[in-house]
């Protein structure tokens, strides 16, 4: 089985309209904020701060980030599941929204979501056959064809219809589980899968089956993947880009060789060094950072990180860093002041 | 805090002392341990024919996935199943103390006491509605007597311990108002309060984010090596496994099917079922390629196979394996594999390393 | 459909090996073997089922007229002159006048509990669903309802409409309305939140398709427990309307009215006076018992 590489846009696709250079999807400064009741009155988790980023076709991006740095938010932005506060999406040249451009419901018609898969992933009350059936229903197909294409998808992720349409959640394990939603989300022949969190419930011999499945599947249907993960080792291995996401920002973004081979950001560098070595024989003796990421609620003002950065000095205090200039499939880019020359800071590129 | 250490680290090992001394060398016994959870419906084998022992000091990470029962077997030592629809045979010593025969008064003084335990959500764990300080020192008070005021010195020195910033303030905080790893660290700092000999430890940063679980997994190595305290630590994640274990058993289906030395285990592991969990796990794969998976889902525990019963998954599968649940076979100092595969008696690594 | 193109990955047959070869029920099927074994819960829906047959059928199995009086037969004890359960204070065959009774408490007891799950469980699930302006319409005016004390709301009201078991109904109705709602209401908010929702919205699905397809189902069970242990307390609420006058009125046969009346002839005849207190706790009791067992049948998922 080949793997689409980022250098080959889907061809032949008769959903496509803009050609393969168009970005499949581009997020504009993406900013939501929840209301929430602290003991001051009210205040705001800034849970999506300006988030911009470009989706090229056929490739994979993956989002890491810790909890609470917004990137299921995020996720859920991007398929208006929640509606952002500001920012704009457009998705293969056209922008969303309801005036011009393509409404939300042609959005998800051609943008489909796995979740994690927890208790909550699929309805108890029924039959994983009738799920995967909902949506080609919903788009208008008869039940009778729902059912068919519902068949054709469960066997298409590795699981008998015979044996497995009729049965209920509760019947399946976590893995087929997982199939069963990965089914329901291609059912509808979406052009664009959003995997949030995807694999991280399952066990590792599982996690491995279903990332094998994600890839095959990718190939057979043109999918482009927006890959959600906290587990670096999994978005390294199926990434084509990589965007790592801190409290609600983008630190820093770029090809998934060059982000593990050659970390520009703190942060990056921390999250790297904080994956075990695998190897007893050679422990991590220090940890890279300390302290847990905090509150998305009042973050720290400047450059987010700086509370835990080693390096941090006055100008991260008084300055956002700006995520440098990109411009295509192999730019990468960093938001700290240690990229910019003449940023002030001590040990910005140039100044050693 | 110089003084403060010294004092916790004296009484654990003074502990020590007193633990070698009793005779035994291990601090855990566990012999042929079985649970089996009993409903209408259905009999659960969640554990089938367990036996490890641990010693003084020592770290085992109990490794398996869901449904291994590794969870059951941690919980097994500390008596926490829920009694009425549980069956539990076999023989589990702690200190020398038959568990399963302790009565409630015994098993009081074990818990709190000589065991102590950690789980992955500190929030199910703390009180919501007691502060971090009130909860250690109640603790502390209930098992060692002794009056409120320095039962909370010692709570200030256990977070400080735990290295918890600003541990003063901390002490009057509710456990909703610390960040999850602090949580997780004033847990691990009750368990510690009572000088446990024995720390269990159940999946403990699995629900942590990546750069919090490095600190904490560093922390309770360091902690574990100070105060001499036996642990046995559950994990699903060969990384953490080896970050921390000194040896590493790995369970599938209720049984022990893999016990060694963690650094011999990852580098040559014996049974296909270490060895498909090591090329499934993902850590720097070739991105073009499909990870080596095993193939299927983990058996009923309703309705185990007969014989080796990771059998149905297994790619060098024989006749033989199906015709019987396959004994321990110790091919190498300190290594045992439950596989037919395995040569039975003592030979040389490289002869086990072409075998498998 | 593109889909059935040729596969360029093979069907992991141990996958299927390794499911599991357990009899696969459906959920109702599952819940229907627990209640199976459940030897508690069978023997008090046999009773309930009894009971309701016998309010059914109690033209047939009544041996006496429940309103034809005696004047020599007060009072009288079991057994007395081919009356099985004797007679009551105006000589009526109190076997009669129970099993008639049946009929006006089970009524009295069913149909508000109906009425309060169709028009409570509605707006509950819309004040779930909706948003939140509509879910405080809903639900204060509710809480308006919920701050009275159930029987004093009762009371009051059927006191201001008057007697009769049509005024006695509707005043149940009310009194249930508000509970119904907010067990819809809590159940839908829930089921709002979880990610098959969630996944139903992002394939394009209209709120009125993922109310029927996805949240009806997972409601309706909460709902439907719910009202089964409102029956018995409806049956109670009946009994003691009718017991205070505000009820049924006499002559009719009704438990909590049998209640009241023979409650003065307590010292000529305890055994006969205590009788349709007896039905009462056991028609309550059972149907108590039975929700109970339903719930538990229901509450497991695995």
Redesign the interface.
């Given at each position: 089985?080949n793997?689409i590489?980022s250098a080959a846009p889907p061809l032949d696709d008769p959903r496509d309209r803009g050609g393969p250079a168009q970005p499949l999807l581009i997020a504009r400064e993406l900013r939501k904020h929840f209301k929430v009741k602290s003991d001051s009155g009210t205040a705001f988790v800034r849970a999506v701060d300006g988030v911009s980023f470009t989706l090229f076709k056929g490739e994979t991006l993956g989002i890491v980030g810790?909890?609470g740095c917004g990137k299921s938010t995020l996720a859920?932005l991007l398929?208006h599941?929640v509606r952002p506060d500001s920012g704009e999406l457009v998705f293969d040249g056209e922008t969303v929204a309801e005036m011009r451009g393509i409404t939300v419901?042609a959005l998800?018609?051609q943008?489909?979501?796995v979740?994690?898969d927890?208790?909550?992933?699929?309805?108890?009350?029924?039959?994983v056959q009738d799920?995967v059936a909902?949506?080609p229903f919903?788009?208008g197909k008869s039940k009778a064809e729902s059912k068919?294409?519902a068949r054709?998808?469960l066997?298409?992720v590795?699981?008998?219809p015979d044996?497995?349409g009729?049965?209920?959640p509760?019947?399946l394990?976590?893995?087929?589980k997982q199939r069963v939603?990965i089914a329901?989300?291609?059912a509808?022949?979406p052009r664009m899968v959003i995997l949030d969190e995807a694999v991280s419930a399952l066990?590792?011999?599982?996690?491995?089956?279903v990332?094998?499945?994600l890839?095959?599947l990718k190939?057979?249907?043109n999918l482009t993947y927006l890959f959600i993960s906290?587990?670096?080792?999994?978005v390294?291995?199926?990434s084509d880009r990589v965007l790592v996401m801190y409290l609600g920002a983008v630190v820093e973004l770029g090809p998934?060789d060059e982000i593990f081979s050659h970390p520009l950001h703190p942060y990056t560098r921390?999250?790297l060094g904080?994956?075990?070595?695998?190897?007893?024989?050679q422990?991590?003796?220090?940890?890279?950072?300390?302290?847990?990421?905090p509150?998305p609620i009042d973050p720290p003002s400047g450059c987010r990180f700086r509370t835990r950065c080693p390096f941090a000095e006055p100008v991260c205090e008084a300055r956002i860093p700006e995520l440098g200039a990109w411009t295509d499939r192999e730019s990468h880019v960093a938001a700290c002041h240690m990229q910019v020359a003449d940023s002030g800071h001590s040990r910005a590129v140039g100044n050693a | 805090m110089p003084e403060m250490d010294g004092g916790l680290q004296s009484t654990g090992s003074s502990a020590t002392g007193s633990g070698l001394a009793a005779g035994s060398s291990n601090l855990v016994e566990v012999e042929d341990l079985s649970v089996r959870f009993v409903t209408r419906e259905a009999t659960v084998h969640a554990v089938n024919g367990v036996s490890f022992a641990v010693r003084p000091g020592e770290v085992l990470c109990i490794l398996g996935?869901?449904g291994s029962g590794k969870s059951v077997t941690l919980r097994a030592l500390m008596q926490l199943l829920p009694p009425r629809r549980t069956r539990i045979t076999g023989r589990i010593r702690v200190d020398g103390q038959d568990v399963l025969s302790l009565d409630r008064a015994g098993l009081r003084r074990l818990r709190g006491g000589l065991v102590s335990m950690i789980f992955q959500e500190p929030m199910t764990a703390l009180d919501p509605v007691y502060t971090i300080g009130k909860q250690i020192t109640e603790t502390i008070v209930r098992h060692r007597g002794g009056s409120q005021a320095s039962a909370r010195a010692r709570a200030l020195d256990l977070l400080e311990l735990v290295k918890i910033?600003s541990a003063a303030q901390r002490l009057d905080n509710y456990p909703h108002e610390l960040?999850?790893?602090?949580r997780q660290r004033a847990m691990i700092a009750m368990a510690l309060s009572c000088g446990p000999r024995l720390l269990l430890a159940d999946e403990p940063t699995t629900a942590l984010?990546?750069?919090?679980?490095?600190?904490v997994?560093?922390l309770l190595?360091k902690l574990q090596k100070e105060l001499g305290m036996g642990t046995i630590f559950v994990t699903?994640?060969?990384?953490?496994a080896?970050?921390i274990?000194d040896r590493i058993a790995v369970m599938y289906a209720g049984r022990i099917v893999e016990e060694g030395p963690?650094?011999d285990v990852?580098a040559n592991p014996l049974h296909p079922y270490t060895q498909?969990?090591l090329?499934?796990?993902?850590?720097?794969?070739p991105?073009?390629q499909?990870?080596?998976?095993?193939?299927g889902?983990?058996p009923d525990l309703r309705r185990l196979p007969t014989g080796c019963a990771f059998a149905p998954r297994c790619v060098q599968v024989m006749a033989e394996c199906r015709a019987g649940v396959p004994e321990e076979r110790r091919p190498l100092a300190g290594r045992m594999a439950r596989c037919i595969r395995v040569p039975a008696g003592a030979v040389l690594a490289d002869a086990v390393a072409d075998r498998v | 459909?593109?889909?059935?193109?040729v596969?360029?990955?093979p069907?992991?047959e141990a996958?299927?090996q390794a499911?599991?070869a357990l009899k696969?029920r459906?959920?109702w099927a599952s819940v229907g073997y627990r209640l199976r074994y459940d030897p508690v819960t069978m023997f008090f829906g046999l009773v309930v089922l009894l009971i309701i047959l016998a309010a059914i059928f109690a033209p047939l199995l009544a041996p006496f007229d429940p309103y034809k009086e005696s004047v020599i037969g007060r009072l009288k004890p079991f057994g007395w002159k081919n009356h099985l359960l004797g007679t009551d204070e105006l000589g009526r065959d109190l076997l009669s006048r129970l099993l008639y009774g049946g009929r006006v408490s089970l009524l009295m007891g069913v149909v508000p509990v109906c009425v309060a799950t169709v028009v409570g469980g509605s707006l509950g699930i819309v004040g779930g669903f909706a948003g939140k302006r509509v879910n405080t319409a809903i639900m204060r005016t509710m809480d308006v309802f919920y701050a009275f004390p159930s029987v004093l709301l009762a009371v009051a009201i059927s006191g201001a409409m008057g007697g009769g078991i049509g005024n006695g109904m509707i005043a149940l109705s009310m009194v249930f309305t508000p509970a119904m709602c907010r067990v819809a209401e809590t159940a839908t908010a829930q089921v709002k939140n979880?990610?098959?929702v969630?996944?139903?919205?992002?394939?394009?699905?209209?709120t009125l398709?993922i109310l029927r397809?996805?949240v009806l189902?997972?409601v309706l069970?909460p709902v439907f427990i719910y009202a089964s242990t409102l029956v018995s307390v409806g049956i109670l609420l009946a009994s003691g309307l009718s017991f205070l006058g505000l009820g049924v009125r006499p002559p009719t046969a009704d438990w909590g009215l049998m209640l009241s009346t023979l409650r003065q002839s307590i010292y000529v005849n305890p055994l006969i006076c205590a009788l349709p207190g007896a039905a009462i706790f056991i028609t309550s009791i059972s149907f108590n018992l039975v929700s109970d067992g339903i719930r538990a049948a229901m509450d497991v998922?695995?």
């Open positions: 089985m793997m590489s810790e909890s859920r398929l599941l419901n998800r018609r943008v489909q979501m979740f994690q927890s208790y909550s992933s699929l309805n108890p009350r029924m039959p799920t909902f949506g919903v788009h068919a294409v054709s998808m066997l298409q590795g699981l008998n044996l497995f009729s049965r209920y509760h019947e394990s976590g893995g087929q939603n329901r989300a291609l509808i022949e066990d590792k011999s599982v996690e491995a089956q990332l094998n499945l890839r095959a190939a057979d249907f906290h587990d670096l080792n999994v390294q291995y199926i998934v921390a999250l904080s994956r075990p070595s695998m190897n007893p024989k422990r991590i003796e220090e940890p890279p950072i300390t302290g847990d990421p509150s | 996935e869901s910033p960040s999850g790893g602090l984010d990546a750069t919090v679980q490095i600190q997994l560093i190595r699903h994640d060969l990384g953490v080896s970050e274990a963690v650094a990852l498909g969990l090329a499934s796990t993902v850590h720097g794969q991105r073009d499909d990870i080596n998976a095993i193939p889902s983990p | 459909m593109s889909q059935t193109a596969l360029s990955h069907v992991t996958d299927e499911a599991p696969v459906g959920y979880l990610d098959f969630e996944a139903a919205r992002a394939t394009g699905a209209g398709t397809y996805h189902g997972n069970g998922r695995m």
